[in-house]
């Protein structure tokens, strides 16, 4: 009969033994184990002597209704092999969330190809998420980098330009100093500045090229923060000047925020768009994540509502002049949410009442469904950020 395991935060030996059993468990080694080491928080569960399960656990701000709100952000999780089957999973998942909660975390995102069993420990996910391709050539011809002025490099500003453009949309991280350099490195990324004729920084994209086994380039955007349309078809157009060396242009997963800048300008609307798993975001504090994000100014609202898991749970929410509050209430609510429903709704994941309605919100009336879209509605999700 196995032995109960331990939940122990890695030393460097145990991080040494997590780095093989993740290796065998994805099937290849995961750099940010190594990488990461110093930044992140990682557990393992040990059964007889030997690690057996582990994951990456960050504490950073993402944003939302322009707020930074403190996350559980967790990455490179897994169970040996010849350890799955017994719910270790589910134990782990506690065990890396609880010192992350208990400085305090009370939200939590998460990437994982395990969607449904993260749904079921509370995950879901707000917006669905895609790496799309455009030929170089159509870029070339749709887009021109008009009067912006272009430099490579990192430089004065764009760690606050990626900062305020990231308030803008809920779910991007408030990247911390660090992480701009990790990276870099970790993806051998290539960046490039825009600045309008005035000198000030207007957009910043980053990107990887590989040799092609015959001839030219690939190339693979991973960084797109443009401050508006002029400078996001610039960014565009030069992108579209890599046509000599580079046939196709990739945008990584969740790189191009959820606007239709190729929809509306392309010459020829041909764009490859493939779907991948997405980020999953869970409500561990409801409470504390009202209090926390940010609101719109110009709503003055008081909604009982029902969070219906694990254990049903009536509040009264109240928001006006740009604060939330959540307080419990014996009142019946006028919205009934899931905490999957609750994680979607507070990320802005849906954009009308019936987008609501098909996933199972239920409410008393369409006015108080309408009541509480409005609250969330103003700031689209977007994480384009990996970890």
């Not at 040799?211 to 002029?230: E, K, Y």
């Not at 909604?303 to 604060?323: D, S, V």
């Amino acid at each position: 009969m196995n032995t109960e395991p331990t939940f122990v935060q890695a030393d460097d030996s145990l991080t040494e033994e997590y780095d093989e059993v993740a290796a065998r468990s994805f099937g290849h080694p995961i750099g940010d184990i190594t990488h990461l080491h110093g930044h992140a928080d990682l557990r393992v569960a040990v059964r007889s002597g030997k690690v057996v399960a582990g994951g990456l656990g960050l504490l950073i701000p993402q944003y939302f209704g322009g707020s930074p709100v403190p996350s559980a952000l967790l990455a490179a999780g897994c169970v040996a092999p010849e350890e799955r089957g017994d719910r270790l999973a589910a134990r782990m998942v506690h065990e890396r969330l609880r010192p992350l909660r208990e400085r305090g975390a009370v939200i939590s995102t998460i990437s994982t190809l395990s969607n449904g069993y993260a749904r079921h420990l509370g995950w879901q996910a707000p917006a669905p998420v895609h790496a799309h391709a455009v030929r170089a050539d159509d870029l070339k011809r749709s887009f021109t980098a008009g009067d912006f002025h272009i430099e490579h490099g990192d430089g004065p500003g764009t760690h606050a330009l990626q900062r305020d453009l990231a308030r803008r949309w809920n779910a991007p991280i408030e990247r911390p100093t660090w992480w701009q350099d990790w990276k870099i490195a970790k993806n051998n990324l290539t960046t490039y500045r825009f600045h309008r004729s005035d000198h000030t920084i207007a957009g910043w994209l980053s990107l990887t090229t590989g040799r092609r086994d015959r001839h030219g380039t690939d190339l693979t955007v991973h960084d797109f923060w443009a401050g508006d349309h002029d400078c996001a078809a610039a960014m565009l157009g030069f992108l579209g000047r890599h046509h000599s060396r580079t046939e196709t242009i990739h945008f990584r997963r969740g790189a191009l925020p959820p606007a239709p800048l190729l929809l509306h300008k392309l010459h020829r609307y041909q764009v490859t768009t493939q779907a991948w798993h997405p980020w999953m975001l869970r409500v561990l504090d409801p409470q504390g994540a009202v209090r926390l994000r940010g609101w719109p100014h110009d709503i003055d609202l008081e909604l009982p509502i029902e969070i219906a898991e694990p254990t049903p749970r009536r509040y009264l929410l109240h928001i006006f002049a740009g604060t939330g509050d959540l307080t419990p209430t014996r009142d019946e609510g006028h919205a009934t949410l899931t905490t999957g429903q609750f994680a979607v709704w507070y990320a802005g994941g849906w954009r009308s009442p019936e987008a609501a309605r098909l996933s199972g919100v239920h409410t008393r009336c369409d006015a108080a469904l309408a009541r509480l879209l409005r609250a969330t509605y103003g700031d689209a999700p977007w994480l384009p950020d990996h970890f």
